[in-house]
């Protein structure tokens, strides 16, 4: 997302329903645009902030242990 662009365009833009949530309706999508962008931009200044979403960073080397001998 732009810097440049303003936390009212981000919202207006956000506003229009994704099907998902367009088949279950919304009273207020600015309300709703405003409270996810408002979550969303938390999230990106701290990573940890969510729960049970942590991002590992491992190589294939770090994630599988090598087996002693290959199977028969």
Known sequence: MSHDQSDQDRIESRAHLLPEEAAVGSEDPEAQA???LAESDIRE???NVAPDTVLEHRT?????????EPPD
């Open 60 to 68: 294939s080397d770090e994630t599988v242990t090598p087996a002693a």
């Open 34 to 36: 405003d409270a996810i």
């Open 45 to 47: 200044e701290d990573r």
